[in-house]
């Protein structure tokens, strides 16, 4: 099948990627729903937003030290091939409530670490790139992106702060709807479905 335009649903550190796309290929990105969102930490408008402590380490690498950023992405991805037990059980002690409580159901804990365990198949230097880039300067302005916008986003996130989407909601000129889902973890799109399909819906027919 052959689609003239389309939606794009991003996740967590896919939103600036699916808010590039929407600014630079504007007739064939109908909407945008961003789940979790991060937002390119270099934007002056949120880099005073408090990451946890690796993020906020990596970040500070990132633009300051690249070969450490590299060292602390092969560390990374070493440890989620290797040692991915110990690191599902660390993260189940930091995560909030609401992340907890889903992570200790097997059907998402199984799709959460198949999905970090996908990131690194090929290699450690995909993931860091990419964690490099969602440090690197925005080449483009949310205020220019013209399509309608759907935000969800927890206010207990500890990944992507909650202040991201509060940004997003604050730049995009069409946002249809921001969602905050109180006490709400990164994985709170995961309880949310049946709210977000709805919205996809109406953005639809936009």
């Known amino acids: 099948l052959h689609y003239s335009s389309l939606g794009v649903i991003a996740i967590s550190g896919g939103s600036p990627y699916a808010f590039q796309c929407a600014h630079d290929i504007p007739t064939r990105i109908r909407y945008v729903a961003s789940l979790s969102g991060w937002v390119s930490y270099s934007r002056p408008e949120v880099n005073h937003i408090k990451l946890d402590k690796f993020m906020s380490a990596y970040g500070w690498c990132a633009r300051y030290l690249r070969f450490a950023s590299k060292v602390m992405g092969y560390q990374v991805g070493w440890v989620i091939r290797n040692r991915t037990d110990a690191m599902l059980r660390h993260m189940m002690h930091t995560l909030p409530a ?90 709170c799109a995961v309880t949310e479905l049946p709210r977000i399909f709805k919205a996809l819906h109406q953005m639809e027919a936009i």
């Open 98 to 187: 609401s992340d907890i409580t889903i992570l200790s159901q097997e059907k998402y804990r199984r799709i959460f670490v198949e999905d970090l365990l996908n990131m690194s198949k090929q290699g450690w230097e995909g993931g860091e790139h990419d964690a490099y880039l969602q440090f690197s300067e925005a080449t483009y302005a949310l205020q220019n992106v013209r399509q309608p916008a759907y935000l969800l986003h927890g206010d207990a996130d500890t990944i992507a702060p909650f202040g991201f989407s509060e940004y997003l909601n604050a730049s995009l000129p069409r946002v249809v709807e921001f969602a905050r889902i109180p006490k709400g973890g990164h994985l």
